[in-house]
Structure formats: C-alpha cells, structure tokens
C-alpha cells in the first residue's frame, strides 16, 4: 500500500559532528540520496503556505487536501 508522507521544512537540517564537521539532513522528501541533503529543497522555496504539493521529475502539482482545513 503507497502512503503519502507530508514533509513541510523546506531546508535541511544541519548537523555538527563531534570533529566539527558539518553535514547536512534531508527534511524536504525529496533528496535522491536520502539521510543526506543534495539540494532538491531548493524545488520548494516557492511554496504557498497552507498549500499540499506533490513533486515528480517534471515539476509539481498541488492536491486539495481535507486534511489541511
């Protein structure tokens, strides 16, 4: 059975490691090389708040969603 998981940051987490190193954590959905950022957030900086999308390889497109009112 498919789910749809709503993800609503869309910017990743930024971790600090003990050594001080940076890395950086999917929380948009959509990295190609999930736990880690690879900069596909940047696909939903211009999301209207209050609104539920869906992403493919072509674009967007936004759902009505009964849960969201």
């Known amino acids: 059975m ?7 940051r869309n910017h990743p987490y930024e971790i600090t490691t003990q050594s001080g190193e940076k890395i950086y954590v999917c929380a948009c959905g959509l990295s190609q090389h ?3 950022c690879d900069g596909s ?3 939903t900086l211009d999301e209207e708040p ?11 497109i936004e759902i009505k969603s009964f849960y969201l009112e």
Do not use: C, T
Not at 51 to 56: A, F, G, R, S, V
């Open 34 to 36: 999930k736990p880690f």
């Open 2 to 8: 498919a789910r749809l998981v709503r993800h609503d």
């Open 41 to 43: 957030h940047k696909r």
């Open 50 to 60: 209050g609104k539920l999308y869906i992403y493919d390889e072509k674009g967007r």
